[in-house]
């Protein structure tokens, strides 16, 4: 569906600042509401919120449906009443950044069980209802996630292919078994979901009574070890034996990388899903609008054909694409939830097919000034070659800052951005790209944070296809003034995107 014409930021929750080593869903992100609601913008786009395990990458997340318990705010715990000043300041001093994921971990954790117990101990008979409530509304997921974790905890973090073949294979018999035994780590995993959806959507109202709409992304694929391969194996390719994946997801080479990217997710089973009537991606889809406002699908280009790595390859070279029921997909979701508010997160080997999905279903394609300026005048990413219905970003969380970027280009690329922009702004190249963006036909434009603050490639927050050291970024406290609000502010109402245009 066509959007208003509107701009936003980008910024994962994790690098907010924060005294517990990763960004939360504290105070500092209600400073951030504020920053953009001073600024005139009127979206905030995030990262997936789900748990993260190996590569702490929120796009290989342990469930599809899950929030991160990391998020949670010890301040907003300790605020119900369910930790003390004495329990948060015994909380050791983590790093500004980087996030140090292990060690936020190692901290984080135990604080919740302590929440949690008194939580247990002291909550009121409406909590308690509240808490019952929530458990039986997410319990199509919840049972099966809380399960899960309580499980990958016993068998010490391995991945649930190689835990014991009864609960491996879901015999009801090992089920009942492990739900006995694992009962209180179970009821922590369902509490830790309540207090992080409790969080989430008292920050949320508080965006969007402040006009500030929250777009979600929704990656393709989940990830091997999680609730959702575990609990729905015939939805996904599988070998029978192992019980990892027979054929994996990842896309060819292309411009991140010579050999591809062989993220290892294994591809779906979209013959299952069809008999089934499309029921967990609806599942799934209604689970996100609990908590956002618009969804962002990341690698649309595989609902209408998908690349298929088989098992055993170590890159995404040798696979081969397989048509996917996209449109039918789509359709069904459509019938079932209404007109959705989607993103289309286009980029990559982008055939006349897969625009024509995109098409169909009248959803926003993704444009990307960094790649706008490395061939001619018909470059899809120059702002002449837009549609309206479209989203423009300087960069995405994929792509270096718009500085480090720049000063990557030999003298001649350079010359051609400079060609385009027409000046270097006094405040940096950054904000040539912005003003760019601004400017354009675009519906919507979204400008990493990052590039807001005039950063440099340490800054960045991923590198496709290297599985450590990424998503760590995060910025200082202090460093969102009102000159940067007022600068963004007065760009956004000379191009038409003001929420006060009327």
Avoid at 81 to 95: A, C, G, I, V
């Amino acid at each position: 569906m066509p959007f208003f014409r509107a701009s936003g930021v980008l910024l994962h929750p994790t690098s907010l600042p924060s005294r517990f080593g990763i960004g939360d869903l504290g105070l500092e992100a209600y400073k951030f509401i504020d920053f953009l609601v001073a600024a005139d913008q009127q979206l905030w786009q995030v990262l997936p919120v789900g748990p993260t395990g190996y590569g702490n990458s929120p796009y290989m997340s342990y469930s599809a449906m899950a929030g991160n318990p990391l998020l949670i705010s010890p301040d907003q715990l300790k605020e119900e009443q369910l930790l003390t000043d004495e329990d948060l300041d015994h909380f050791p001093e983590l790093p500004g950044h980087p996030v140090d994921f292990e060690r936020v971990i190692a901290h984080k954790m135990p604080l919740y069980a302590k929440a949690f117990e008194n939580f247990q101990a002291h909550n009121s008979p409406i909590t308690q209802k509240e808490f019952a409530g929530f458990c039986e509304t997410k319990a199509r997921w919840l049972n099966d996630y809380a399960l899960f974790m309580a499980l990958k905890e016993h068998f010490q973090g391995v991945s649930w292919s190689s835990w014991d073949t009864d609960i491996a294979t879901r015999t009801p018999e090992a089920i009942a078994h492990y739900e006995n035994l694992l009962s209180d780590r179970i009821s922590f995993h369902k509490y830790l979901q309540f207090a992080f959806f409790q969080q989430w959507s008292e920050l949320k109202q508080y965006a969007n009574l402040r006009g500030i709409e929250i777009i979600g992304d929704i990656p393709i694929y989940v990830a091997h070890d999680s609730a959702d391969v575990w609990a729905h194996p015939d939805l996904f390719c599988l070998d029978e034996e192992t019980r990892e994946p027979a054929l994996m997801a990842g896309v060819p080479p292309d411009y991140f990388s010579a050999t591809g990217q062989l993220w290892g997710n294994p591809v779906y089973n979209w013959e299952a899903l069809q008999k089934q009537n499309f029921a967990w991606w609806v599942q799934r889809f209604e689970s996100l609008l609990d908590y956002v406002d618009i969804i962002r699908i990341d690698h649309f280009r595989g609902f209408q054909a998908y690349w298929a790595v088989p098992m055993g390859e170590e890159t995404a070279i040798d696979g081969e694409w397989l048509e996917a029921p996209g449109a039918e997909l789509f359709t069904v979701i459509a019938e079932k939830l209404g007109k959705l508010p989607i993103l289309a997160e286009d980029l990559g080997v982008i055939t006349d097919e897969v625009i024509a999905l995109r098409d169909q279903f009248d959803f926003p394609g993704m444009k990307v000034l960094h790649f706008a300026f490395n061939s001619g005048c018909d470059n899809v990413f120059l702002p002449f070659n837009y549609d309206r219905n479209c989203v423009v970003y300087t960069g995405t969380h994929d792509n270096d800052t718009t500085i480090g970027w720049f000063y990557s280009l030999s003298e001649e690329q350079k010359g051609d951005v400079w060609r385009y922009a027409g000046f270097i702004s006094p405040w940096g190249i950054q904000w040539d790209l912005i003003r760019l963006a601004m400017g354009s036909v675009a519906n919507q434009v979204i400008i990493p944070l990052q590039d807001i603050l005039g950063l440099d490639g340490y800054a960045r927050m991923n590198y496709p296809s290297v599985p450590e050291g990424n998503w760590a970024w995060r910025y200082w406290d202090g460093a969102l003034t009102t000159e940067l609000s007022d600068r963004l502010k007065t760009m956004t109402q000379t191009f038409g995107r003001s929420s006060k245009r009327d």
